[in-house]
């Protein structure tokens, strides 16, 4: 690569991930490429673009007008015609052919990216794409498009400015994060979660998507059963990103699936539990030194884990065992090895 002169940065627009954990999984590339004097513009979807926002080394965070699926070719036409003139040179994270078509619709003349979906016209510098099971962490993955290999941080790092969510003083409760967009064979079952709840002995706040929000007052429910008095605040859809963001950066602690919001916790460096079932924590880990992670596959040598599918394909007794045989006991056990704040 060209090196930038010092009166004259490259201009580098970043095409981020559309999942909030990959998005968090980013930040090592980002810091890398903002030392080496690049100056950042990344391009996310709306529900990812608040995770960049908390990276210092971004200077500008465009929201892209985009949905899940589809190709939604008018947007994107503007939003390249847009860009023209603004960017030298393009980091193209995802591996779709349509995130390669907006740097080059907007003429970015340097376009970088992983070989996927027939994007040999699109991009000018492909890497060679390893199949998920080779990969290794997500982390170095995007790192590697910056040339740097395994060099330099490789844990992400978050900023929050200090401030306060909805009465809740900071470092007196516990986030929980039950949910997990990908499926249910990321997530522990609702009765283990209501009984660690209820063994707790500090306030607890739910933390999910709209979606989530039955799941969360389930968890609730179970919970002021087993011990009534508790507080329990179910805040699932009640918060923007922006607003979980802060209420997990000033957290005591945290217990989660693997799922965005645990990426988000470990870049803040909070003590938490992360329970796996379906996937790897080989693959995707919290990369937080006050981590402690719950996986089957290591505890007990699993057979049939990590196999990566949305729903549990075995029935009986083996239908989620890689979650079921987590018992809340244990999820106590590893908070205790955890220093809380």
């Known amino acids: 690569m060209s090196q930038p002169l010092a009166s004259s940065p490259i201009r580098s627009l970043i095409i981020a991930p559309q999942w909030i954990g990959d998005a968090v999984m980013t930040e090592p590339l980002m810091a890398v490429l903002h030392s080496q004097g690049e100056r950042l513009t990344v391009g996310a979807v709306p529900w990812v673009a608040p995770i960049y926002r908390a990276m210092p080394e971004v200077n500008r965070v465009i929201e892209l007008p985009f949905q899940h699926g589809g190709l939604q070719w008018q947007a994107r036409c503007q939003t390249a015609n847009d860009m023209k003139g603004q960017f030298d040179r393009a980091y193209v994270l995802p591996n779709s052919l349509k995130s390669a078509l907006l740097p080059l619709m907007a003429k970015v003349p340097e376009r ?7 994007r040999f016209g699109l991009l000018t510098k492909r890497l060679p794409n390893p199949p998920r099971h080779a990969r290794g962490s997500m982390v170095a993955h995007y790192l590697a498009l910056a040339n740097v290999g395994h060099a330099g941080r490789t844990r992400p790092q978050l900023f929050a400015a200090p401030t306060q969510y909805a009465g809740l003083s900071p470092k007196t409760y516990m986030v929980i994060v039950p949910g997990a967009e990908y499926g249910p064979a990321k997530r522990w079952p609702i009765h283990h979660f209501a009984e660690l709840i209820a063994k707790l002995g500090f306030p607890v706040v739910l933390l999910g998507s709209a979606k989530e929000n039955a799941l969360c007052e389930s968890i609730r429910e179970q919970a002021l059963q087993i011990t009534n008095g508790k507080i329990i605040h179910n805040l699932a859809g009640k918060t923007s ?3 979980a963001i802060q209420i997990i950066a000033h957290a005591q602690s945290m217990v989660s699936n693997d799922s ?8 803040f460096g909070i003590p938490q539990v992360a329970i796996f079932g379906s996937s790897s924590p080989l693959h ?7 981590a ?3 996986w089957l596959k290591e505890i007990e040598g699993l057979d049939c884990s990590p196999c990566f599918k949305r729903e549990c394909p075995l029935t009986g007794e083996a239908n989620l065992k890689c979650l079921n045989n987590i018992q809340p006991a244990r999820v106590i056990d590893a908070l205790a090895t955890l220093t809380l704040r």
């Open 112 to 118: 970088i990216g992983y070989l996927g979906e027939m």
């Open 292 to 294: 402690k992670v719950l």
């Open 241 to 243: 990103l922006v607003d």
């Open 260 to 267: 965005g919001l645990m990426h988000v916790a470990a870049a």
């Open 284 to 290: 995707t880990p919290p990369l937080n030194e006050h």
